[in-house]
Antibody
Framework: EVQVAESGGDLIHPGGSLRLSCAASGFTISNHYMTWVRQAPGKGLQWVSVIFNAGGTRYADSVKGRFTISRDTSTNTVFLQMNNLRAEDTAIYYC??????????WGQGTLVTVSS | QSALTQPASVSGSPGQSITISCTGTNTDIGAYDYVSWLQQYPGQAPRLLIYDVTSRPSGVSSRFSASKSGNTASLTISGLQAEDEAHYYCTSYTRTDIPWVFGGGTKLTV
């Protein structure tokens, strides 16, 4: 079964750092685009970052320079390193396998709370 | 502000049909046939409902259909059921530096 499972969310102070992990199973991440999407409490979905099958990356303007997406093909895991966190980064972070016209599957997400 | 525009809410009675619109521009919806729709229940992760404008993944009811015309995509739910009450999001691939954009979401009340 094709699945992803996020972990690493936590309560963190503003300015702090956190690394999220996404363990994929049932498929090989290096053959696909993998993305992070977040959802602030009570809000809609926001695309955050992608790592393409060839290894290239892209970021939303709101996280560029602070977040870094990477992957470990030996463990089939995708990461999101988040630095200089702000209150507005508070959200559930979802890891999703993505194609140009689809997002699937979705994990259950991991909650990041940035607060003093 | 979301890049794609959806109505904040729609409502319908059981058995009726409703349509949710999703308006973008010629750099996203109008540029490619790469629109998808997601369904999200409260407290749950989104799930893929429609991909590549009109296609349904296996397991998705045929009551869900979608289309696109110009810069606007639409999701139609026919034979509304109580279980359809959820949030619905559209998304599109884009030709900008931001590969995907989302709509703000539409809350469907049945």
């Amino acid at each position: 079964e094709v699945q992803v499972a996020e972990s690493g969310g936590d309560l963190i102070h503003p300015g702090g750092s956190l690394r999220l992990s996404c363990a994929a199973s049932g498929f090989t991440i290096s053959n696909h685009y993998m993305t992070w999407v977040r959802q602030a409490p009570g809000k809609g979905l926001q695309w955050v970052s992608v790592i393409f099958n060839a290894g290239g990356t892209r970021y939303a303007d709101s996280v560029k320079g602070r977040f870094t997406i990477s992957r470990d093909t030996s463990t089939n895991t995708v990461f999101l390193q988040m630095n200089n966190l702000r209150a507005e980064d508070t959200a559930i972070y979802y890891c999703v396998r993505v194609g140009e016209g689809w997002f699937d599957p979705w994990g259950q997400g991991t909650l990041v709370t940035v607060s003093s | 502000q979301s890049a794609l525009t959806q109505p904040a809410s729609v409502s319908g009675s059981p058995g009726q049909s409703i349509t949710i619109s999703c308006t973008g521009t010629n750099t996203d919806i109008g540029a490619y046939d790469y629109v998808s729709w997601l369904q999200q229940y409260p407290g749950q992760a989104p799930r893929l409902l429609i991909y590549d404008v009109t296609s349904r993944p296996s397991g998705v009811s045929s009551r869900f259909s979608a289309s696109k015309s110009g810069n606007t995509a639409s999701l139609t739910i026919s034979g509304l059921q109580a279980e359809d009450e959820a949030h619905y999001y559209c998304t599109s691939y884009t030709r900008t530096d931001i590969p995907w954009v989302f709509g703000g979401g539409t809350k469907l009340t049945v």
